[in-house]
């Protein structure tokens, strides 16, 4: 049985970090996706999404009578269905830790997500609640903790790359973004994981977004 090619529907580069997630996953194992975009924060927004997501949340990933949605269960279905479990460290060990690291970088964090979020096109220096405070010292234990002890092999989170790295994907954008104080052995992390050719890509395009909608403001409105 021939399967149809599936479907992404995202988010704009710039703020979608949950579309981030699954996109890298897909370009990262070479998966042939067709992709729409839904443009965020505009009027006619939610209407959009609505035609593809119960939830009225981004991203969606549609398999032929398939539908998934939330950014963690669409990477479990597409390691599943596409990769044959390769998305995940094959180390009972490091695949037990993955996981659930994985799932506390998705579930966990309001604090910081709320506070800094992704913006991929912002540079600047954020002052922390203690909440969020404490959230990134978290983050820090976190990769510190996964590269030391299970980075043999690579230069992501468990050496080779995996679904963790993809929900930390969108994370890394905001610590580098915002100016996190972290250890060295997080920040030599986070410089690699931000070099990877799909994720410069994805901030190459997002920069254009940006551009685009500079390019269409009325600016006599503000004279």
Not at 106 to 127: E, G, S, T, V
Not at 164 to 181: H, R, W
Not at 187 to 208: D, F, M, T, V
Request: hydrophobic share 40%.
């Amino acid at each position: 049985m021939i399967m149809s090619k599936p479907k992404l529907i995202s988010g704009d580069r710039n703020y979608s970090s949950s579309s981030l997630r699954v996109w890298l996953l897909l370009n990262e194992f070479e998966i042939t996706f067709d992709e729409t975009i839904i443009k965020l924060f505009q009027s006619d927004s939610v209407e959009k999404i609505a035609m593809f997501s119960p939830s009225l949340q981004l991203p969606v990933f549609i398999h032929d009578s398939i539908k998934v949605w939330d950014s963690l269960a669409i990477c479990e279905y597409i390691n599943e269905t596409f990769l044959e479990s390769r998305a995940w460290p094959q180390h009972a060990r490091k695949k037990a830790v993955a996981r659930s690291i994985a799932n506390e970088l998705h579930a966990d964090f309001q604090h910081f997500k709320k506070d800094w979020p992704m913006n991929c096109q912002l540079k600047a220096r954020m002052k922390n609640s203690s909440s969020t405070e404490k959230e990134i010292g978290r983050l820090d234990a976190i990769i510190y903790c996964c590269r030391n002890n299970f980075g043999d092999g690579g230069i992501y989170l468990f050496g080779q790359f995996s679904i963790a790295d993809c929900m930390l994907a969108p994370i890394a954008v905001a610590l580098n973004a915002y100016g996190a104080n972290l250890s060295l052995l997080s920040k030599k992390y986070i410089q690699a994981l931000l070099s990877n050719p799909n994720i410069e890509w994805w901030l190459e395009q997002a920069e254009k977004e940006v551009e685009t909608e500079l390019q269409n403001i009325n600016w006599e409105k503000f004279a």
